[in-house]
C-alpha cells in the first residue's frame, strides 16, 4: 500500500511538473511571437528582458537590450514621463499606468509607442516593472495626416471667396463660411436658425427643391442659377454646384458652392438692352 501510495505520489507530480512546463512553453510562445513589445526592468529602468517584437521594432540585439536602461531608448524631454509613470506605480497611485512616449530605434529613427505596464512584487515588495508596448508610430502619423487635411478644408471653407454651405434634407442650414456670410448678410448663428426658403427667392424656390429631390434620388452634382434675397433685402443671383452628402452610407444632407455673379448677370442684362 504504501508503495502504491509512493507511487501515486510521484505521479502526481511528474503530471504537475509537466503542466508546469506547458504553461511555461505555452508563456514563451506568447512572450516570443506577441506583436507587441514585451519587456521587464527593473526599478532603476534597467532592462532584464524583452522578447522577439523588442528587438525587431528597436533594432538592437536582446544582448545590447539588456545592457540598456530605458533612458538610452526615451527621448531625453520624455525621460521625465517614464519617471513620473514609474513613480506614481510605486507610491501606489496606480496599480497599473497607460501612456504614450516617444522613443528612439538604434538607427536614430523616432518611434512613439503606446505603454501599459504594472509593477512586480515579490514577497510583497516591488522589484521590477513589466509592461508592454505598442508601435503606434504609423497610427499617429495617420491621425496628424487627418487632422492636418482637416485644417487645410477648414482654410479652404473659411477663407473661400464662394459661399460654401451645407443643409439637411429638410432645407434646414448646418454651416456657412465667411464669404456666406457677406453675401447673404446673415451671420453663421442666423443662418444656422434657419431654412433655404427663408432665402431663395419666391419664384426659385421650387426649383431649389426639385434640385434636392433629383440629388436624393440619385442625380450626381447638379449646377444651377438663383437668385436670394438677402438680409438686406436686396436680390443676390448666384451659380451653385451642389452634391449630396452621406454619414454611413445614407444621404443626409447637401454642400454647396455659391458664386456671387450678381454683377455679370447685371452687365448681361445691360449689353442686351443696348443691342435692342
Known amino acids: 500500500v504504501c508503495r502504491e501510495g509512493v507511487m501515486l505520489d ?3 507530480r511528474k503530471r504537475a511538473e509537466e503542466e508546469l512546463t506547458l504553461g511555461e512553453q505555452r508563456f514563451r510562445n506568447i512572450f516570443d511571437n506577441a506583436s507587441d513589445i514585451i519587456y521587464i526592468h527593473d526599478l532603476d529602468g534597467n532592462y532584464l528582458s524583452i522578447n522577439d517584437a523588442g528587438e ?3 533594432g538592437y540585439t536582446r544582448a545590447e537590450t539588456l545592457k540598456m536602461n530605458m533612458s538610452d531608448v526615451a527621448v531625453p524631454e520624455q525621460l521625465h514621463l517614464l519617471k513620473d509613470q514609474l513613480a506614481k506605480k510605486l507610491n501606489g497611485d496606480s496599480g497599473q499606468t497607460s501612456y504614450e512616449v516617444d522613443c528612439l530605434r538604434k538607427d536614430g529613427r523616432e518611434i512613439t509607442l503606446e505603454v501599459n505596464s504594472s509593477i512586480i512584487h515579490k514577497d510583497g515588495v516591488p522589484v521590477a516593472v513589466q509592461g508592454i508596448a505598442r508601435d503606434v508610430t504609423e497610427r499617429k502619423r495617420v491621425e496628424a495626416a487627418i487632422r492636418e487635411n482637416e485644417e487645410r478644408c477648414r482654410d479652404l471653407f473659411e477663407n473661400a471667396n464662394d459661399l460654401i454651405y451645407t443643409h439637411d434634407l429638410l432645407g434646414n442650414f448646418t454651416s456657412i463660411n465667411r464669404a456666406g456670410e457677406k453675401i447673404t448678410g446673415y451671420t453663421r448663428d442666423e443662418a444656422v436658425r434657419m431654412n433655404v426658403s427663408q432665402v431663395v427667392a419666391p419664384e426659385y424656390l421650387e426649383q431649389a427643391r426639385r434640385m434636392i429631390t433629383t440629388k436624393v434620388d440619385g442625380v450626381g452634382p447638379t449646377a444651377y442659377e438663383l437668385e436670394i434675397v438677402a438680409k438686406g433685402g436686396h436680390r443676390v443671383s448666384l ?7 452621406f454619414l ?27 443691342e435692342q
Open 10 to 12: 510521484i505521479t502526481d
Open 56 to 58: 525587431r521594432i528597436f
Open 248 to 274: 454611413d452610407g445614407r444621404p443626409v444632407g447637401i454642400q454647396g458652392i455659391g458664386r456671387d455673379i450678381t454683377e455679370r448677370k447685371r452687365t448681361e442684362e445691360a449689353l442686351k438692352a443696348s
Open 239 to 245: 451659380e451653385l454646384s451642389t452634391r449630396l452628402m
